[in-house]
C-alpha cells in the first residue's frame, strides 16, 4: 500500500470540507456563499485561516503560492454594501520568513519601495504589517478581473491585437517600477490581470530593490523557472532587464499559447534558457500571427541583458499596435461581471459586539486565570509576609515593634488602614511623628500584604480571607501612643491635571495604514477629524469619510507644516504626526 502524506490527506479532508460547505450555500464564518466565490474566483476559507488581518476582515482564499498566502478581504469597518472596486487582496507571508528578524526588515523596505509605485498598470499598495498573532501581510487594491494564465486556459492562444496590448500595458507597468528601483522577477502569466480598465502587473510580495539581498535563503532561485531571464536562472545579479526577458516568454505564451523554452523538470528548462535559444516552433507561431510582434519577442528573449530593449522602448514599438485592442468576449464577460459585483456586511447586534470584544482580548481571560491560581499562594503567604515585616522592622528600630490595630472593613472600598497581625492589641496606634518626616531606611520599610478574616470568623480559625490588603511597617520615631486614630495630614496643594488635546477624542481609525485621495472609509474621517480639532479647514463637508480637493489640500498644508513629504498621502509618518 502506498504511503500517505498526512499534511496532504489533511488538506484533502479540508478541501472536501471546504467544497461540501460551499456547495450548501455560505461556507463556515464567511460572508460570501458559493455564487459569490465562484464569480470572484476565490475559495472558502479553511478553520485554520485568519478571520482579520491588520484593518481587513478575510473574506476568502485567492491563492498561495512560495512566499505566503493570497486572501480577499474588506476594510473591517465597511458597513452596509460595498462594491468590487473597495475589495482587498492581502498576502500573508509565510511563518518561516516572518518570524527571522532580519527577512522583516528587508520586507519593510521592499514596501516602501513599492509604495512609491503609481503606475496605471500596477496593483497599488494599500499597507502592511506584523500583527500581533505575528502575521506579516501587505495589502493591495483587489482587481476584479481574469489571470492571464486563466484567460488562456479558457480561451486559447489570444489574437496579436491582445499581444500588443499586453506589451504596451505591461510595458507600462515595468517602466512605472523600474522608476523606483524595483526589479519584480516574477512576472508570469499569473501574476498578470487583465482587468476592466487594461492589465495590472500584481505580486509585489516577491518584488526586490535593485540594491537589497534575497529575501530567500542563499542559494535558492527566487521566481518561475519557464519565466526566468539567464542571469536569474544562473545566479547572476539582475536588473530591469531580465523583467524584459520575462515579458518576452509571457508574451510568447499568451500568442502561441506554449512557453518558449518548452518544459520538463527545472533543471532543463533552467538549462535551456541559460544555453539555449527560444523555440523556433513557438516564434514561428507568433510571427504567423503577427511577424512584427514575433521580432519584439526574439529581442526581448536574447540572451544579452544590454541588447534587450527597456521597458519603454517595448511601450513605445507597441503604442500604435494597441490602439483599440478588446479582450475576448469570453475574458471580458467575466470581467465585466466581476468588476459589478456587490456584497453586503453584516450588521453585528450589541450582543455579538461584546463577544467578539472579548474573543479578541485573550490576555485579559489569561490575567484573570493567573489570578486565580496565584491566590491560595497568597492566603498561604500572608501570615509569613507579615511576621517577615515585623522582624524587619523589630531590627531596623531595636525596639519592641508598635502595631496598629485594624478596624473590621466596612466595605468593599475601605480604607482603613490593616494590621500587621491578626492579633495586635485593638486599641494601640502609633501616631505619626511631629516632625517633618526624613528619608526612610529601605531596609526599615517593607511591605506586605496581610489578609482580613472573612466575615466575623476569629484571623486564627483558617477561614480563607475575602481579599488581601497591602500595609506598610515601619519603626515609629518614638514609642508614643494613643488611642484615638491620629488625623490625615491635609494636601499641601492642590492636583492639577493638563486637558487632553481635542483631537484625543477623534476615535474612527486607530492604525497607520496608507489613506490617499478618493478613498471613502473611517480611515479618511479620522483624518478629517483631526485636521479639524487641529484648527484645519477640511470643507463644507466636514468629517464625511471623503478624502475630497479640500481634505487634500489641508493634508498638504499639515505635511508642509511639520516638515513631511508634502504628498497629500497620509502614510505612517504623517499618521505620527497627526497623532503627536
Known amino acids: 500500500m502506498p504511503e500517505t502524506n498526512p499534511a ?123 500583527d500581533d498573532d505575528e502575521l506579516l501581510w501587505m495589502a493591495t487594491a483587489y482587481v476584479p478581473g481574469l489571470s ?73 532561485h527566487l521566481g518561475t523557472p519557464a519565466f526566468m531571464s539567464p542571469e536569474q536562472a544562473d545566479g547572476r545579479k539582475v536588473g530591469t532587464a531580465s523583467d524584459v526577458f520575462s515579458l518576452g516568454s509571457l508574451l510568447a505564451v499568451a500568442v502561441a499559447g506554449s512557453a518558449p523554452f518548452g518544459e520538463g523538470t527545472t533543471g532543463d528548462v533552467i538549462h535551456r534558457i541559460i544555453y539555449a535559444p527560444p523555440s523556433e516552433e513557438v516564434l514561428a507561431e507568433v510571427a504567423r500571427r503577427d511577424p512584427e510582434l514575433a521580432a519584439l519577442v526574439g529581442r526581448c528573449l536574447d540572451k544579452d541583458p544590454e541588447r534587450r530593449p527597456g521597458p519603454q522602448d517595448v511601450v513605445e514599438a507597441a ?32 450582543m455579538d459586539q461584546q463577544t467578539i470584544l472579548r474573543r479578541t482580548k485573550p490576555e485579559d481571560r489569561q490575567a484573570g486565570a ?19 515585616g515585623t522582624a524587619v522592622a523589630l531590627a531596623a528600630s531595636g525596639g519592641a515593634p508598635h502595631q496598629e490595630a485594624a478596624p473590621p472593613p466596612t466595605g ?33 520599610v517593607v511591605t506586605v500584604t496581610v489578609v482580613p478574616p472573612a466575615g466575623n470568623a476569629p484571623a486564627g480559625d483558617g477561614t480563607l480571607p475575602a481579599r488581601p490588603r497591602p500595609t506598610r511597617v515601619a519603626p515609629p520615631a518614638a514609642p508614643h501612643t494613643t488611642s484615638a486614630a491620629a488625623p490625615r495630614p491635609a494636601p499641601s496643594a492642590a492636583r492639577t491635571t493638563t486637558p487632553a488635546p481635542a483631537w484625543k477624542s477623534c476615535a474612527y481609525y486607530s492604525g497607520t495604514t ?54 497629500g498621502e497620509v502614510g505612517a509618518n504623517t499618521w505620527a504626526a497627526l497623532r503627536s
Open 8 to 130: 496532504s490527506a489533511d488538506d484533502a479532508r479540508a478541501d472536501a470540507h471546504a467544497n461540501a460547505q460551499a456547495a450548501a450555500g455560505r461556507p463556515d464564518g464567511g460572508e460570501l456563499d458559493a455564487a459569490d466565490l465562484a464569480l470572484l474566483g476565490a475559495g472558502p476559507l479553511r478553520g485554520s485561516d485568519p478571520s482579520r488581518i491588520g484593518p481587513y476582515r478575510v473574506l476568502a482564499r485567492l491563492g498561495g503560492g512560495g512566499m505566503g498566502r493570497l486572501y480577499l478581504g474588506r476594510d473591517a469597518e465597511t458597513e452596509g454594501t460595498y462594491a468590487a472596486g473597495s475589495l482587498v487582496a492581502v498576502k500573508v507571508i509565510r511563518s518561516e520568513y516572518a518570524e527571522d528578524e532580519r527577512f522583516r526588515r528587508r520586507f519593510e523596505r521592499e514596501v516602501a519601495a513599492v509604495r512609491r509605485v503609481h503606475g496605471t498598470y500596477t496593483a497599488e499598495l494599500l499597507g502592511s504589517g506584523y
Open 148 to 220: 492571464l494564465a486563466d484567460a488562456v486556459v479558457r480561451c486559447g492562444p489570444l489574437p496579436a491585437a491582445v499581444g500588443w496590448r499586453l506589451a504596451y500595458e505591461i510595458g507600462q507597468a515595468l517602466t512605472a517600477i523600474a522608476a523606483v528601483g524595483i526589479v519584480h522577477r516574477d512576472l508570469k502569466p499569473s501574476n498578470v490581470l487583465l482587468g476592466p480598465d487594461g492589465a495590472r502587473v500584481i505580486d509585489f510580495g516577491v518584488a526586490h530593490t535593485a540594491d537589497a539581498s534575497s529575501l530567500t535563503m542563499t542559494g535558492q
Open 319 to 350: 503604442r500604435d499596435h494597441a490602439a483599440g485592442a478588446e479582450w475576448p468576449g469570453m475574458v471580458a464577460g467575466t470581467v465585466t461581471a466581476r468588476a459589478g459585483w456587490s456584497g453586503t456586511a453584516p450588521v453585528v447586534r450589541p
Open 370 to 388: 493567573a489570578r486565580r491560581r496565584r491566590w491560595p499562594l497568597a492566603v498561604g503567604a500572608a501570615a509569613a509576609l507579615a511576621l517577615a
Open 412 to 444: 468593599a472600598h475601605s480604607a482603613a488602614p490593616a494590621t500587621t497581625s491578626p492579633h495586635a492589641t485593638p486599641t494601640s496606634r502609633t501616631t505619626p511623628p511631629s516632625s517633618p518626616p526624613r528619608a526612610r531606611n529601605p531596609a526599615a
Open 514 to 567: 496608507l489613506t490617499v485621495y478618493g478613498q471613502q472609509n473611517s480611515r479618511v474621517k479620522e483624518v478629517q477629524c483631526v485636521l479639524k480639532a487641529r484648527g484645519y479647514n477640511i470643507g463644507p463637508s466636514g468629517v464625511d469619510g471623503i478624502f475630497g480637493a479640500d481634505t487634500l489640500t489641508e493634508v498638504k498644508k499639515f505635511q508642509g507644516k511639520h516638515h513631511l513629504k508634502v504628498d
